[in-house]
Every structure is written in C-alpha cells, then in structure tokens.
C-alpha cells in the first residue's frame, strides 16, 4: 500500500476552531505567520550554502512558498540555543556549521570549480551523499567529522521542517487538536477532526 | 500548583533539610521531611509552570521543559541528551518522563550474585516494597490486577489501566501468535479522575500522547502535581530559578551551606543537611566542581544508560501513533530469557511517537534525506514501535569528567563517555531479533530499528564500604555525613525497569533517618 496523502489546508481550519487550546494555538499560529528575517548569524555566501542544502535535504519543489528551514537555523544560532549536548567529537554548534557550510563549498569548487548553491541538484546530491558517508574531498573534511556534520544538518533540517504546521498537515499529524482529548484511539478509528486520507 | 500560601524561610537560618532539584530524587523526600516538621527549602534551576496556561501540544515550543545547558558526548555510543533524558523546572525531568512505572523485580538487586558482574544493591526488593505499595495509591497508578510479573503484590493498582492504542493493540496480536506474554502497562497516569488529601482531585487522562513534552491536564503523575504541592502544603519552601554553583563546608568538613545564583545575583543558603538530588550528570558534576566526597575515587564514574533500542514497522492499519498513553503495553517475558548470553535482561514496550521526534530519528538513525525522507514521513500514521528497557553494565570506561570547556553560566562543560559494552551488544541483538519477529508477525513492512540508550544513571554509587563507593544504602555519603545522594546517581547497576518508581521509593525515606 503506497503512503496516504492528506487534503491541503486543514491545519489553518482547525487551529481557528475551539478543537485546539490557547497555548497550543498561538505557538503554531506564530510559526505558521513567521515571515522569513534577515539572518543574523551567517553571512550571505554562508546563507546561501546553506539554503541550498536543506532544499535537497527537505526538498519542497511542489510548494509554491517553501517552508523557511535555513532562517531556523540561524535564528537558532545566533541565540545561541542548543538542545543540551553535542558530539565531543564536533566543536560547538556555530563553528561547526560554519565550518561544514565551507567546505560543502570547498568540494563543489574542488569537483566543479562553483560554490555549492552555484550546482546543479544532481551535483549537489552527490555532494551531499559523500559527506554523509565520511568521503568528501576538501581541506575542511580533515579535521571536521562529515558524518557527525551531515547528521546534525539534517537532523535540524528536518526538525524544523516536520514542526511546521503545514508539513504536519502533509504528515496527517492532528495532534494539536489538543482541546477534547481522544476517545478514538484504537487502529483504524479515526475521529471527525482528524483529516482523512485521500484514497488512491 | 502551590494554591496555599507558601511558607518562606530565612537565607541566613540554617535549615534542617536544604534540597537541590525538584524532580524524583527531590520530590517525595521533601514531602516527607517537611511532614515531619523538619525545616525545608527546595532550590530549584528551572522556571515553576501552569501546564494549562503553558504546555502548547507542540514538541519545539515544549523544548522548555529540556535541561540544555550543553553536555560533550563522547565515546562509541555517545549518548543524546536534552529531550532525551533530563529536565528542568519545577518537577524536573518527572515533567516530560513517559508515566511508564513498573517495579524492580528482586533479581534485578543482584546481578552480581547471580551473574558475576556489575555489583549488588546493598538493599533488597523488600526494602522497596513498602514505597512501591504506597507511590502507587498516592500518585494513582493505573495498571493491572493481577499483575503477570515479579512477586505477589500486596497492594492492588488503585486504578484500572489505561485503555490500548494502535501500537498496543498490534503488539499484543503479534506476541500471541508467538507466544510471548503481554499485559497493559502500569503507567503513572490516571484512568480516571483521583483524589488525595493534600493535592485534591486530578482529572482522568485525555489520551493526548504528549507525556514526554509535557502534560497540560495533571492526569500524569509528574512530581509538580503531586508531591510538591504537598511538600508546600505541609510547610516546604521551594524557590524555582535558582541556580547552585557551589557547595561550601564547615571548619569539621559538613556541608554548611550552598551558593547559588537567582536573577543574576549570588546568593547563600544554610542548612544542616543536604540532598543532592540532579541526577547522575549534574550532581556529580557538583561534587566535582566543589570537589567534595570523592575520597572513593568513584565520583563520575561507573556511568551507566539503559539498552533502550527501538523498532518501528509500517503497517497497512491506520494507526495515528500521537494517541494515547505513549507506554501502552508491557511483556517482562523476556526480564531473564531462557536463551539469553547476557547477564541480566529487559523489559518489551509497544511505543507511541510525536512527529518531531520520529522525523528526527529517521533522520538520525536512517540517515535518509531528500525524497526519501518526505516519502518515509508521509507513512507517520501508519507507523507503530516496540522498545526495550534493559540493564546496562558499569564499565571502567564509562564516566563522566569536567571539560575545559565553560558553558553560557561559566561553569565547565560535563564531558560524558559512553559506549556500550559486550553485554548491552548481546542483549541488544537478542531484542532486536524478537521485535523485528513481533512486527513480522503482525503484518509490519520496511521495519528498521534505532541504536538508543535512555536514562542516565550511576556516578555516585551506593555500597557497603566508601572504600568503593560514595554513599551508603541510605545514600548518606561515607565522608560527609550530612549529604545525601537520593536519586539515579547513587544506583549501582541500572536494573531493567524505567527508573521512576524506584528513585521516588529511594526517596521515601523515614525522617527518623535524620
């Protein structure tokens, strides 16, 4: 059975309703309304690197507006939040990925003498794919872990993505419709607040 | 929380009982000790919530709820912090624990005896038994009667157990079919409404899913609920954003008092005995810092975290893993399996997940990115898991030790080594391949697990001589009378059960005591 997809534009429906709590409310309502901000932590080479990576690492070529990840990203560095640890073998978080974003353009110069967001997306998949598994070429690959960075990269790509609320619409995800409480919690039980999935 | 009016205490008065955190180790003593009069202040590093006005269903806006001051992890298997283990605020990490609350079994008190390694408790389950009976009438544990596992209870669960959702229901299909033995859980939720002198009626669970970023009704049995409202009731003082810095002793070596920091300002409080209550990274980071008790050697050492490997599976079923009790089913068949070559054993979870957190371990753990990954997430409803919770050795090479490295308050950065030894390797395998047999058996597709360890436990332990451990089975520290060590960081070895129920039974202690 191939996976569901859900009907567009519920989530903005329901977090009107009185089906979602006040904090549960303003805390989706903020993320879904943010508008994109200048960044504050990168400069605009390392921005636009990074841009480019989390649109093969989350691509969104089907949305017409993209799900902001890169801004999340450097709003959270330049707060200087952290999620409380980090691999010893990495150094702290801001350096890390200034670090990383130099040399994803340090391997695309070396393979096809273009910055990395200057690539074509089978360019930068490859890119990509072989810092993943610990292979890129560039100086910066010496002495930072591409594995350990790659992993990190990606996992705040996807955190930032999967809690938007439009990507939890996506999902099927209806679990801010947080007011009543479940009763249909079995398998296959589905209650009138849950999106449907499209049949195929 | 703390409707009454709470009483305040004198910074320059030397209190009886000074308690640092406010999560299971510090929770249920407090209550105690101020039950028997005694003087007591809770100093707290986290903000004091109102889940109702401040728990949004929403994983990042519940980051909150996570200790972040930032932690090295180092090792073959180094460990993840942050939301996957410690806490902070008013109730700790009791805040975003998942309610899962089975008991010890008596052999989990002595893998030494029966296997040669790790060592044994220096009490028995009988020890524990008479705080297992009462924790669970007094936070209202809803489970099954009879319960399939461990000796004869004396006390039934006061509450029928919470109802099964998707993964449960499939998990306890496919272990039929194999023979495997499953129950509902016991799980520190209520099943229905629950009311206890002192902290007055909770309301039933609403089978929200969100134990683990928070609880919004009070139906969980998070300590800010339930013991600290009655510590401040029965005369308690808790002073939540206060953060220790430092431990100071007096010209005989007993801990006179401690430093902390609130709104930026250093602050001292006296007291006459102290509860260390941060768990097993941040109270011997503590004693370190302060560079007390260690005449062992084994402070920081000995760290140890649960074999905590997770399977997931894909199923043709709607399953819509964000409801319900996240811990709905149980099996403890496997807590000494037959065929097992490993010391020790664990415990079968059926697993409910938010979406974050899935889409993060996928990432992690999968390494997909790309189409792959949207087209994997867009499965989430019709994804169920199965984890284990087992025991995890001590090993020489597992401690922990104060980087050069300061963090944001200016204290050193903890370094934490982790890597999983022989045993949890065995054990793992052994898990692996009776979870990916359980999902087989009820209909799962493109199954695939995720290395974890949960829990962070050791680093203080608790012995028969100080010689070779930090604190005695009271969990008074063999050098410094007056300190006491209550909580995860004081267990010798881990035992395969989560760690809730039994911290607050150590917790527990008779006032006669001090």
Same mark, same amino acid.
Request: hydrophobic share 35%; proline share 7%.
């Given at each position: 059975?191939?996976?569901?997809?859900?009907?567009?534009?519920?989530?903005?429906?329901?977090?009107?309703?009185?089906?979602?709590?006040?904090?549960?409310?303003?805390?989706?309502?903020?993320?879904?309304?943010?508008?994109?901000?200048?960044?504050?932590?990168?400069?605009?080479?390392?921005?636009?690197? /990074?841009?480019?990576?989390?649109?093969?690492?989350?691509?969104?070529?089907?949305?017409?507006?993209?799900?902001?990840?890169?801004?999340?990203?450097?709003?959270?560095?330049?707060?200087?939040?952290?999620?409380?640890?980090?691999?010893?073998? /990495?150094?702290?978080?801001?350096?890390?990925?200034?670090?990383?974003?130099?040399? /994803?353009?340090?391997?695309?110069?070396?393979?096809?003498?273009?910055?990395?967001?200057?690539?074509?997306?089978?360019?930068?998949?490859?890119?990509?794919?072989?810092?993943?598994?610990?292979?890129?070429?560039?100086?910066?690959?010496?002495?930072?872990?591409?594995?350990?960075?790659?992993?990190?990269?990606?996992?705040?790509?996807?955190?930032?993505?999967?809690?938007?609320?439009?990507?939890?619409?996506?999902?099927?995800?209806?679990?801010?419709?947080?007011?009543?409480?479940?009763?249909?919690?079995?398998?296959?039980?589905?209650?009138?607040?849950?999106?449907?999935?499209?049949?195929? | 929380?703390?409707?009454?009016?709470?009483?305040?205490?004198?910074?320059?008065?030397?209190?009886?009982?000074?308690?640092?955190?406010?999560?299971?180790?510090?929770?249920?003593?407090? =209550?105690?000790?101020?039950?028997?009069?005694?003087?007591?202040?809770?100093?707290?590093?986290?903000?004091?919530?109102?889940? =109702?006005?401040?728990?949004?269903?929403?994983?990042?806006?519940?980051?909150?709820?996570?200790?972040?001051?930032?932690?090295?992890?180092?090792?073959?298997?180094?460990?993840?912090?942050?939301?996957?283990?410690?806490?902070?605020?008013?109730?700790?990490?009791?805040?975003?624990?998942?309610?899962?609350?089975?008991?010890?079994?008596?052999?989990?008190?002595?893998?030494?005896?029966?296997?040669?390694?790790?060592?044994?408790?220096?009490?028995?389950?009988?020890?524990? +038994?008479?705080?297992?009976?009462?924790?669970?009438?007094?936070?209202?544990?809803?489970?099954?009667?009879?319960?399939?596992?461990?000796?004869?209870?004396?006390?039934?669960?006061?509450?029928?157990?919470?109802?099964?959702?998707?993964?449960?229901?499939?998990? +306890?299909?496919?272990?039929?079919?194999?023979?495997?033995?499953?129950?509902?859980?016991?799980?520190?939720?209520?099943?229905?409404?629950?009311?206890?002198?002192?902290?007055?009626?909770?309301?039933?669970?609403?089978?929200?899913?969100?134990?683990?970023?928070?609880?919004?009704?009070?139906?969980?049995?998070?300590?800010?609920?339930?013991?600290?409202?009655? =510590?401040?009731?029965?005369?308690?003082?808790?002073?939540?954003?206060?953060?220790?810095?430092?431990?100071?002793?007096? =010209?005989?070596?007993?801990?006179?008092?401690?430093?902390?920091?609130?709104?930026?300002?250093?602050?001292?409080?006296?007291?006459?005995?102290?509860?260390?209550?941060?768990?097993?990274?941040?109270?011997?980071? $503590?004693? *370190? $810092?302060?560079?007390?008790?260690?005449?062992?050697?084994?402070?920081?050492?000995?760290?140890?975290?649960?074999?905590?490997?997770?399977?997931?599976?894909?199923?043709?079923?709607?399953?819509?893993?964000?409801?319900?009790?996240?811990?709905?089913?149980?099996?403890?068949?496997?807590?000494?399996?037959?065929?097992?070559? !490993?010391?020790?054993?664990?415990?079968?979870?059926?697993?409910?997940? *938010?979406?974050?957190?899935?889409?993060?371990?996928?990432?992690?753990?999968?390494?997909?990115?790309?189409?792959?990954?949207?087209?994997?997430?867009?499965?989430?409803?019709?994804?169920?898991?199965?984890?284990?919770?087992?025991?995890?050795?001590?090993?020489?090479?597992? !401690?922990?030790?104060?980087?050069?490295?300061?963090?944001?308050?200016?204290?050193?950065?903890?370094?934490?080594? !982790?890597?999983?030894? +022989?045993?949890?390797?065995?054990?793992?395998?052994?898990?692996?391949?009776?979870?990916?047999?359980?999902?087989?058996?009820?209909?799962?597709?493109?199954?695939?697990? !995720?290395?974890?360890?949960?829990?962070?436990?050791?680093?203080?332990?608790?012995?028969?001589?100080?010689?070779?451990?930090?604190?005695?089975?009271?969990?008074?520290?063999?050098?410094?009378?007056?300190?006491?060590?209550?909580?995860?960081?004081?267990?010798?070895?881990?035992?395969?059960?989560?760690?809730?129920?039994?911290?607050?039974?150590?917790?527990?202690?008779?006032?006669?005591?001090?």
């Amino acid at each position: 059975m191939p996976n569901p997809t859900y009907p567009p534009n519920t989530v903005r429906a329901l977090l009107h309703s009185d089906a979602v709590t006040p904090p549960t409310r303003a805390a989706l309502l903020e993320r879904l309304d943010a508008q994109p901000q200048a960044p504050q932590f990168f400069d605009a080479a390392e921005m636009a690197t /990074l841009r480019a990576a989390c649109a093969r690492l989350i691509p969104q070529c089907e949305r017409e507006n993209p799900i902001e990840i890169a801004s999340s990203i450097d709003e959270r560095l330049a707060a200087g939040k952290g999620d409380g640890w980090r691999y010893d073998a /990495l150094p702290p978080d801001g350096e890390a990925f200034r670090r990383g974003l130099r040399g /994803l353009d340090q391997s695309a110069d070396g393979e096809h003498n273009a910055p990395f967001a200057a690539l074509n997306e089978t360019q930068q998949d490859a890119i990509l794919g072989s810092v993943q598994n610990g292979a890129a070429r560039g100086e910066v690959w010496q002495t930072l872990s591409g594995a350990r960075f790659f992993e990190e990269l990606l996992a705040d790509a996807t955190e930032n993505y999967y809690a938007h609320p439009l990507a939890q619409e996506e999902i099927g995800y209806a679990g801010f419709a947080d007011a009543p409480g479940w009763v249909e919690i079995e398998l296959n039980q589905r209650e009138a607040r849950e999106p449907e999935a499209n049949h195929v | 929380m703390f409707d009454t009016e709470m009483r305040e205490y004198s910074r320059d008065e030397s209190v009886d009982a000074l308690v640092i955190g406010t999560g299971s180790g510090g929770a249920p003593l407090l =209550a105690r000790l101020a039950g028997a009069g005694l003087s007591v202040v809770a100093l707290e590093a986290g903000q004091k919530w109102n889940p =109702a006005r401040d728990f949004a269903t929403d994983e990042k806006a519940q980051d909150k709820l996570f200790w972040t001051d930032e932690r090295l992890s180092a090792g073959n298997d180094p460990l993840h912090f942050g939301n996957n283990n410690s806490g902070i605020g008013v109730g700790g990490s009791t805040l975003h624990y998942t309610a899962y609350t089975p008991r010890v079994q008596p052999d989990d008190l002595r893998l030494f005896s029966d296997f040669g390694v790790a060592r044994d408790w220096p009490l028995s389950y009988a020890d524990l +038994e008479p705080y297992y009976d009462e924790l669970e009438t007094f936070l209202g544990v809803s489970g099954p009667n009879p319960y399939p596992w461990g000796p004869p209870r004396a006390c039934p669960y006061p509450l029928a157990p919470l109802p099964l959702n998707g993964a449960a229901q499939l998990m +306890e299909r496919a272990c039929q079919t194999l023979g495997i033995r499953t129950s509902p859980a016991a799980n520190a939720a209520l099943s229905a409404p629950y009311f206890r002198k002192g902290i007055g009626w909770r309301a039933a669970c609403t089978n929200r899913g969100f134990c683990q970023a928070g609880c919004s009704t009070g139906a969980k049995a998070s300590m800010d609920v339930t013991y600290l409202p009655l =510590a401040v009731q029965l005369g308690a003082e808790i002073r939540p954003e206060c953060f220790v810095i430092n431990l100071e002793t007096d =010209a005989a070596g007993q801990i006179s008092g401690v430093v902390y920091v609130e709104d930026g300002i250093e602050k001292r409080q006296k007291c006459r005995n102290l509860f260390l209550c941060g768990g097993a990274i941040e109270t011997p980071r $503590m004693l *370190m $810092m302060s560079g007390l008790a260690n005449g062992s050697g084994q402070v920081g050492k000995n760290f140890m975290a649960h074999t905590g490997m997770q399977v997931w599976g894909r199923f043709d079923e709607e399953i819509r893993p964000y409801k319900g009790i996240p811990g709905s089913l149980i099996s403890e068949d496997t807590h000494r399996p037959k065929d097992a070559d !490993f010391a020790g054993g664990y415990l079968l979870q059926s697993i409910g997940v *938010m979406p974050v957190t899935y889409a993060s371990q996928v990432a992690r753990g999968r390494g997909l990115w790309g189409a792959e990954l949207r087209e994997h997430l867009r499965g989430y409803n019709h994804t169920a898991g199965i984890n284990i919770l087992g025991d995890c050795l001590p090993y020489e090479g597992n !401690f922990l030790e104060l980087s050069d490295e300061k963090d944001a308050r200016g204290l050193p950065k903890p370094r934490i080594h !982790f890597s999983n030894g +022989e045993n949890e390797k065995k054990m793992n395998a052994h898990a692996e391949t009776i979870m990916r047999q359980v999902w087989e058996a009820a209909g799962a597709r493109d199954i695939w697990k !995720f290395d974890r360890n949960a829990h962070i436990i050791g680093t203080a332990r608790m012995g028969n001589s100080g010689d070779d451990a930090v604190v005695d089975a009271d969990g008074k520290s063999f050098e410094i009378p007056n300190l006491n060590l209550p909580d995860t960081s004081r267990f010798p070895s881990a035992l395969s059960a989560n760690p809730g129920h039994t911290i607050w039974a150590l917790s527990l202690p008779p006032p006669h005591l001090f």
